[in-house]
């Protein structure tokens, strides 16, 4: 099978699975996929793979309600078998200042530019998972990227997306996260998986730029030695906190 064929067989499965108004949604994604400047949301009606009129771009948000769970079972598929696989999460701000009428909208960290200023901001957060393909660039595959509603915390809204993703994957995954996460226990608790197929164990470490959480499926215990509770070794390669 060509790379082409790849593409085209991808793009037909995450076709199927957008659910409602599929059609103007798809032809939406690849508008904005395509189109390098965005000065407003109704100027990718303009867009020569947007097929339709302008009313329709916001007729396919309003009607559409893709299954985050099946996409992100999709992108899952799409990562190759590989001893290592990297992840990382993050949990970002989108700045809401002004809308007030705006549903959940609550205070959220965002540093500033300048010093002395509190480093919040009003708006909305939104947690995302990504897969890392690569030690060098900056390229990563969104595994799930979800808002964080005001009834939870950004700890708990990447301990239940984390688990929805090992439940994806097998071999060893390693988890990177910043120091937001640095809550070890209440993190490791929420994670913790009991199957038959899959379990997850948290890793300390003394990095204060980064929190290490491995992941073990279907993983050959004679291919996985914990030596310490911050190093790790696979098959003669050996994972620090730093």
């Not at 599929?22 to 949301?41: E, G």
């Not at 060893?172 to 226990?185: H, K, N, R, V, W």
Request: proline residues 7%; aromatic residues 8%.
């Amino acid at each position: 099978m060509t790379s082409l064929d790849k593409l085209k067989n991808f793009r037909q499965s995450i076709y199927y699975r957008l659910g409602n108004a599929k059609d103007a949604l798809f032809d939406l994604m690849d508008a904005v996929l395509t189109t390098r400047s965005i000065s407003s949301f109704v100027e990718l009606s303009l867009s020569p793979l947007f097929r339709r009129k302008w009313p329709s771009i916001y007729k396919a948000l309003q009607d559409a309600d893709p299954s985050r769970q099946l996409l992100m079972e999709a992108y899952a598929k799409e990562i190759p078998p590989s001893e290592l696989i990297v992840l990382a999460g993050d949990h970002t701000a989108w700045p809401r200042i002004y809308a007030k009428t705006l549903r959940e909208r609550t205070y959220e960290h965002q540093p500033q530019p300048l010093s002395g200023v509190k480093p919040i901001t009003l708006g909305q957060g939104y947690s995302s998972i990504a897969w890392i393909p690569e030690a060098q660039g900056s390229w990563a595959l969104p595994l799930v990227h979800e808002r964080i509603t005001s009834f939870e915390t950004p700890l708990e809204k990447a301990a239940t997306q984390l688990r929805q993703v090992c439940l994806q994957l097998t071999g060893l995954i390693l988890f990177l996260a910043d120091s937001e996460y640095g809550c070890a226990p209440p993190f490791s608790n929420r994670v913790q998986i009991y199957s038959v197929t899959n379990s997850c164990d948290y890793v300390p470490t003394e990095s204060s730029i980064r929190n290490l959480l491995h992941i073990r499926a279907k993983v050959d215990p004679e291919n996985m030695v914990l030596n310490s509770p911050s190093k790790l070794q696979i098959r003669g390669m050996n994972l620090k906190s730093s």
